[in-house]
């Protein structure tokens, strides 16, 4: 994916799930719909030289939330340029598949 804005991160994902259902940092009282990605700042990471920062990368964490524990979009998630898995955990019957992304 290389840098990228954080609205070209949104495309992406949506392309990858295949709808519009994707979030950014959405409120509590948001009612969403499933299959979904909910995604949002996580961490940066600068890198320094001769103590003046030389580069800085911002990490996305992403959620892919759905009832399928076996949700094809996991896959397609994890093979996006930079891209680590996380975890997964269930709450609620519903399943939540943790990535990290850099941009």
Wanted: glycine share 4%; with cysteine; net charge neutral.
């Amino acid at each position: 994916m290389g840098k990228l804005s954080r609205l070209k991160l949104q495309e992406t994902l949506e392309q990858v799930l295949g709808s519009k259902n994707v979030y950014f940092q959405p409120p509590e009282s948001m009612r969403l719909k499933y299959p979904c990605i909910v995604y949002g700042i996580s961490s940066g990471d600068t890198i320094f030289a001769n103590n003046v920062p030389y580069k800085f990368d911002i990490s996305y964490q992403v959620t892919l939330i759905s009832r399928d524990p076996d949700e094809e979009t996991r896959d397609k998630i994890a093979m996006l340029p930079m891209c680590r898995y996380e975890r997964q955990f269930k709450t609620e019957d519903m399943n939540h598949d943790i990535f990290r992304i850099y941009i």
